[in-house]
T-cell receptor
Framework: AQSVTQLDSQVPVFEEAPVELRCNYS??????LFWYVQYPNQGLQLLLK??????LVKGINGFEAEFNKSQTSFHLRKPSVHISDTAEYFC?????????????FGRGTQLTVWP | NAGVTQTPKFRVLKTGQSMTLLCAQD?????MYWYRQDPGMGLRLIHY???????AKGEVPDGYNVSRLKKQNFLLGLESAAPSQTSVYFC??????????????FGPGTRLTVL
């Protein structure tokens, strides 16, 4: 079974400040890891993914995430946020070895960037 | 390429009414999925399909039925709508290649309110 915990439901930050959105997961099998972003009244957009290789993954819009296998974490970071980064962010996992690619989502973190 | 499209974008129903949500994809994907998104709950899988004529239950299937008569379309039906089905519904699709992760591509969502 898989579960995903996003440790903060809301993260308020000021513009140009750094931000970290935390994600921990639990799984009985190896997983792929993802971050999705949802801007207000829009669908989901893939921000970045970890499939294999380097544990530091770079995504769109200056975001990056680091996979930590021992801590079963996949935290999302950005060194300097913009007001346009205000959105809801979802962490997700998918079991390896299945062509279905079923996604298990966390409950989301609302990032609000203030001027 | 339109990608994944959903019809309608918005709908208001009265309790007990029925409706069908349509998802269409033009990427020749084998797999299709229906999710619902509720505040503080992330996305949860309702039903999915691994090919034309086949469907399977996801995490929260009760109160919904699905059909995949054509490869490019995946329909989600509510036979007797209840207020608990007020939600945003997302459709997604993916390839079914073995030995690799098959990324899911999401539609823009349908916002359903049941009064």
């Amino acid at each position: 079974a898989q579960s995903v915990t996003q440790l903060d439901s809301q993260v308020p930050v000021f513009e140009e400040a750094p931000v970290e959105l935390r994600c921990n997961y639990s799984s009985s099998v190896s997983v792929y890891l993802f971050w999705y972003v949802q801007y207000p009244n829009q669908g989901l957009q893939l921000l970045l993914k970890y499939l294999s290789g380097s544990t530091l993954v770079k995504g769109i819009n200056g975001f990056e995430a680091e996979f930590n296998k021992s801590q079963t974490s996949f935290h999302l970071r950005k060194p300097s946020v913009h007001i346009s980064d205000t959105a809801e962010y979802f962490c997700a996992v998918s079991p390896r070895g299945s062509t279905l690619g079923r996604l298990y989502f966390g409950r989301g973190t609302q990032l609000t960037v203030w001027p | 390429n339109a990608g994944v499209t959903q019809t309608p974008k918005f709908r208001v129903l009265k309790t007990g009414q029925s409706m069908t949500l349509l998802c269409a994809q033009d990427m020749n994907h084998e797999y299709m999925y229906w999710y619902r998104q509720d505040p503080g709950m992330g996305l949860r899988l309702i039903h999915y399909s691994v090919g034309e004529g086949t469907t399977a239950k996801g995490e929260v299937p009760d109160g919904y039925n699905v059909s995949r008569l054509k490869k490019q379309n995946f329909l989600l039906g509510l036979e007797s709508a209840a207020p608990s089905q007020t939600s945003v519904y997302f459709c997604a699709s993916s390839y079914s290649r073995s030995g690799t992760y098959n990324e899911q591509f999401f539609g823009p969502g349908t916002r359903l309110t049941v009064l």
